[in-house]
Every structure is written in C-alpha cells, then in structure tokens.
C-alpha cells in the first residue's frame, strides 16, 4: 500500500518525458514554420497564388519550398497535417498537471499560509481558470480589437500579469508559475484546435468543392500563429521553473513570471527580423539581459511562511495525517539532523542561500508536509542527502520508512 507513492512518481516520470518529447516536437515544428514564412522571397515563375519561395539545404540534400498566400488552385494529392504535436503536449500536460497538483495537491498545489482553501475548490480554481482565460482571449480575438494587433497584445500581456499575481494569491509558488504557464499553453493548443485548424478544415473543404477560398481564413490562423510563437519561450521557462527556488519561492514570483514574458518578445522579435532580413536588431539582447538582471534582483527577496509561523501555525489535515502517528518522532529527527543543513530557511552550507527546490524541513510541519518526497529521495532511495553533504545512516533511512509505513497502515 504504500509503495503507492513509488508507481505515483514513476506514472509521473513517464507522463513528463512525454511531455517534453511532445512539445519540443510542437516547438520546433512552430519555429521552423514562423522562419520559413518569414525567409519566404518572391520569384519568378511561381504558381499561380504563390506568395514566395525558399531554397534550403539539410541533412545533404536540398529542399525547394513555395508557400501559397490562400490556397493552391487545386487540392493536393499528399497533404500533411501539423496537429498532433500541440494535442499532445497539451494533453500530457494536462496528466501531469493533474498527477501533481491535483493528486497531490495538498502537498503541491495549496499554500496555507496564502489562503485556507480545500483540495476540491483548489481542483476547481485550478482547471476552471485555464478555461475562463482562453473564453476571455477568445473574445478578445474575435472583437474589433482584432484590427488593432498591437492593442491586442498588450491587453493579452495585462491579463498574464492578473493571472500571474491572482495564482500567487492562492497557490504554492511552485504551482502557481506552473498554472499561469499552463493558462498560456492551453490559450496555445486552443489557437490550434479551434481556430487554426478548422479555418484550414473550411480552406480544404472549398477547394474540393471547386471554390475559391477566402483570404479571411488564412488571415485570422496567421494572427493566433503569431501569438503562439511570441508565448512559447515564457512557456518554457515557468514550466522549469518548478527545479527552481529563485523563481518561484520568491515574495515577488508574480513579477518574475511577468517579465519573463517580455524577454519573450524580445528574444523572438530578434530572430523573427533576423530570418526576415538577415540580421537581427542587437538592442534586443541588451533589453533582454537587463530583464534578466531585475528578475535576479527581485529573486533575492525572500517571501514564504517563517520559522516562527510555521511552528505556530495549526497544521493542516494533511500534515497532520503524517504527524499524529508514534514513529513520527524519530523520523523527525532523523530528517532535521541529516538534511536540515540545507533544507533550511536560511541554508548553514557554505553558498547556499535558497533550500533545494524550496524545500524547508526545520518544524514538525514542514517535515510532514514533505513526507511523500522525504520517503523516496532519503528513504527508499539514497538521492538525499548527498554524500558529499553528510552521510546518513542506513537506520536513519530505515527509520523514515518505517515512518511512512506506519501512516499508510493506519488508513
């Protein structure tokens, strides 16, 4: 029964391998289309409705690509479909998210310390702002605001920043940069399935019926492809950001997500004008790194539930689930004398300044909070605490599993 947290965590493991084999399928694949469109070059001798043409080389042979503005005058035989690569990483995101902070949301997802939520109305938060934020782009897109392209991003960055500020208000700081990418990437996939690929669907449809396809449609999947390509590097960062204190255990998280979007713009804008016109604008780097510069400057601020909070604070029902049996004392102490050092609010090893990952195991309830994660990296495995750190003892080990034993055989 509670070898449980050991399939939990390889279902887990699995779960994020094929997320990340998806979306760097649906990334690179969005990276390549946006430079091939943007290298595009007029040429003579086109088909008739051909935009331009690219010649490239790779791989030892060469690859001639002509791109039609709406549609070629008749349907190909051989079509290929770029779809399953922004399913998927969504999907698998999705599990994960789901295995993490839904099943294991008490540990993960809520922050007592933020507000005193149940596990449920964290569930619901949690799935339900993923979809109000893509109703709200959504009708965004789909308003007059639409003539106005600049406007239309801007209102979009505004409302990451809300979101980013809102998820910090109720969530871990882990999860709550984890959401607001999962919010932009589900505005992504849905870009994908509702509007890119069914107004391709109705291009298709009119070819094949012998009509002449409407511009519009091409316009509007040219727009929300453009969205996506300037969202997918943020997207990125805060889904690493959870191996990553300074990001995320931070007072001013929510500001740190939100730069982070705008050195995805400039990073894009650098090379979209470089795979245009051959060389790319140089002030963008310098911009760039200066956002980086703040976002160190803000990740020093220290943010999270004190020593003295934390001991006084009444544990949560989790908490006290792993706390209230008898062998929890001696897997109290055998987890504060070996991993304490580092795990702590102010790390003593020499150039730590941030616990691992967040990670604080100073008090009876920060130590219960974590008792899933302590069983399998000082427990079952011998992950930690590293051995050039402090050697733990095969007892002290013993001592945390017989600990989590004892909680698992008294449900």
């Known amino acids: 029964?509670?070898?449980?947290?050991?399939?939990?965590?390889?279902?887990?493991?699995?779960?994020?391998?094929?997320?990340?084999?998806?979306?760097?399928?649906?990334?690179?694949?969005?990276?390549?289309?946006?430079?091939?469109?943007?290298?595009?070059?007029?040429?003579?001798?086109?088909?008739?409705?051909?935009?331009?043409?690219?010649?490239?080389?790779?791989?030892?042979?060469?690859?001639?690509?002509?791109?039609?503005?709406?549609?070629?005058?008749?349907?190909?035989?051989?079509?290929?479909?770029?779809?399953?690569?922004?399913?998927?990483t969504w999907l698998s995101g999705a599990a994960l998210m789901m295995i993490i902070y839904w099943v294991g949301g008490e540990l993960f997802l809520l922050d007592p310390t933020k507000a005193n939520l149940s596990l449920?109305?964290?569930?619901?938060?949690?799935?339900?702002?993923?979809?109000?934020?893509?109703?709200a782009y959504d009708a965004m897109c789909k308003s007059r605001l639409s003539?106005?392209?600049?406007?239309?991003?801007?209102?979009?960055?505004?409302?990451?920043?809300?979101?980013?500020?809102?998820?910090?208000q109720i969530f871990t700081g882990r999860a709550a940069l984890l959401h607001l990418g999962?919010?932009?990437?589900?505005?992504?996939?849905?870009?994908?399935?509702?509007?890119?690929?069914?107004?391709?669907?109705?291009v298709v449809e009119d070819l094949k019926n012998g009509r002449t396809p409407d511009a519009k449609y091409g316009k509007i999947a040219k727009v929300r492809s453009t969205h996506n390509n300037y969202l997918t590097?943020?997207?990125?960062?805060?889904?690493l950001s959870n191996h990553?204190?300074?990001?995320?255990?931070?007072?001013?998280?929510?500001?740190?997500?939100?730069?982070?979007?705008?050195?995805?713009v400039t990073i894009r804008h650098y090379f979209n004008t470089m795979h245009k016109t051959g060389k790319g604008p140089h002030w963008t780097w310098l911009a760039t790194v200066l956002l980086m510069i703040a976002i160190a400057w803000l990740s020093t601020v220290r943010g999270g539930e004190t020593y003295e909070e934390s001991e006084a604070r009444e544990m949560t029902p989790y908490e006290q689930k792993y706390a209230s049996v008898d062998s929890f004392e001696e897997a109290?102490?055998?987890?504060?004398?070996?991993?304490?050092?580092?795990?702590?609010?102010?790390?003593?090893?020499?150039?730590?300044?941030?616990?691992?990952?967040?990670?604080?195991?100073?008090?009876?309830?920060?130590?219960?909070?974590?008792?899933?994660?302590?069983?399998?990296?000082?427990?079952?495995?011998?992950a930690m605490p590293p051995p050039n750190a402090i050697e733990m003892d095969n007892e002290s080990r013993d001592l945390i599993v017989a600990w989590i034993k004892d909680v698992r055989g008294s449900q």
Not at 246 to 263: G, R
Not at 332 to 344: D, L, Q, R
């Open 332 to 382: 109290f102490y055998a987890v504060t004398g070996n991993c304490s050092m580092c795990h702590a609010r102010e790390p003593s090893w020499d150039g730590m300044h941030w616990p691992p990952k967040g990670i604080v195991l100073e008090t009876e309830a920060d130590v219960a909070r974590h008792a899933d994660q302590i069983y399998l990296q000082a427990g079952l495995s011998h």
């Open 182 to 202: 999962a919010f932009t990437a589900t505005i992504m996939t849905a870009n994908v399935f509702f509007q890119i690929m069914p107004n391709q669907r109705i």
């Open 147 to 168: 003539e106005h392209p600049t406007v239309l991003m801007l209102l979009l960055f505004v409302i990451l920043v809300v979101m980013s500020w809102g998820y910090n």
């Open 120 to 135: 449920m109305q964290g569930i619901v938060i949690s799935g339900g702002s993923l979809t109000i934020g893509w109703l």
């Open 1 to 88: 029964m509670y070898d449980m947290a050991i399939l939990w965590d390889w279902i887990a493991f699995s779960v994020r391998w094929l997320h990340v084999i998806t979306a760097m399928a649906w990334i690179g694949a969005s990276f390549y289309f946006i430079a091939l469109d943007l290298m595009l070059k007029p040429a003579k001798h086109l088909p008739d409705g051909a935009y331009g043409e690219e010649w490239e080389v790779h791989g030892g042979g060469f690859y001639h690509t002509v791109k039609f503005l709406v549609a070629p005058s008749e349907m190909p035989e051989h079509l290929t479909w770029h779809k399953w690569q922004s399913y998927t």
């Open 233 to 239: 590097l943020p997207v990125v960062f805060l889904m």
């Open 244 to 264: 990553y204190p300074l990001a995320f255990a931070t007072e001013y998280a929510w500001i740190i997500a939100s730069l982070i979007f705008l050195t995805g």
